[in-house]
């Protein structure tokens, strides 16, 4: 038997993060997309309410709630702006939830407390110029000396990377083992030989920082190696089961966002002497909308219920993704198109909204890439 109903703890969570994001999020979204301003002090005060450590146990400074839980967080929070459920959700679910799934207890005890209360900040760098979807490509390297790892290389579209404290980043150690030779590793801040590159000038998502990550000599204690030597692609692959599912959550609620302002607009704009919302093209277009939001949502609710559960969700969270991303481009198209020309101007929120979704179908894997995944798992 499937149960398709938040529990009364869930729907208040639903209602908290609403009421949140639409108080210290709603008034600045515009500034911090035109200045490209990372949001920190509202980033903090959604720590304060546990946002940034939805996922982790409680005895380990998280929420301690479930995947579940935490789909909602983004997807609220993305309702509103989508930037923000951005940042939130590279923190958790890539940078904080590498160091949960693979590191040590030390590991575990001396950051996952500071990440999960939003002391600090996280970030996680897998891709790289020259090795986007095919991340077995990467060129990053690094080697033991005299008791330290010594990094070198160069990674790029790194989500938080001029905000953070902390780095989870990939590098080869060993080029004959292909992707079997890829490690992962923790750097900090203020690391000799770490800091952040260029920052991307983006099309949407403004207000999260997205740049490049720079290696140069920059020397490590041994310890800070996260999992086994030779696994951390491996790794990589199950963080980004997990991570997929956030941003199919963050879709959702970026075409939520749309169709809620185009659901608005169409019954407050007249034309021909009626509210535009009595004209049958425009009712398809909201019936339709509306329609894929809720696939969207069952799809995306489905495989955070079986992470939730402990199953594999590699099938579920690439269909999840694939689906509510490419639904919600279209569904922001069609909240822009009842807009009309007001769509295309700032005055609106659809036009943010419109330039936001189009990073669901390329970060964590693009929709071909999601495809490859599904056609995989089905061929097993």
Known sequence: MMDFEYTSEQLHLRRS????????????????????????????????????????????????????????????LARVDPSVALIVAAHNSLCTNHIYTAGNDEQRRRYIPSLATGEWIGCWSLTEPEAGSDAAGTRTKAYKNDGFWVLNGAKTFTTNAHDAQVCVAMAVTDRTASHRGISAFIIEQGTPGFRPGKKENKLG???????????????IPES????????????????????????????????????????????????????????????NKLADMATAIEAARLMTYRAASKKDRGEKVTLESAMAKLFASESAVRICDDALQIHGGYGFIKDYPVEKFYRDVKLGTIGEGTSEIQRLVIARQLLK
């Open 205 to 219: 998502m403004r207000a999260s920082s997205t740049g490049e990550v720079l290696f140069t000599d920059c020397r």
């Open 17 to 76: 993060v609403r009421e949140f994001a639409e108080a210290e999020l709603a008034p600045y979204v515009l500034e911090w997309d035109e200045t490209q301003t990372f949001p920190l002090e509202a980033v903090k005060k959604a720590a304060k309410l546990g946002f940034l450590g939805v996922v982790f146990p409680e005895e380990l400074g998280g929420a301690g709630l479930s995947y579940v839980d935490y789909c909602i967080v983004i997807e609220e």
């Open 224 to 283: 800070q190696l996260l999992g086994r030597e030779g696994e951390g692609f491996v790794d990589s692959l199950r963080i980004l089961d997990g991570g997929r599912i956030s941003i199919a959550a963050l879709a959702l609620g970026t075409a939520h966002g749309a169709y809620d302002a185009a659901l608005q607009y169409s019954k407050n704009r007249r034309q021909f002497g009626r509210a535009i919302s009595e004209f049958q093209s425009i009712q």
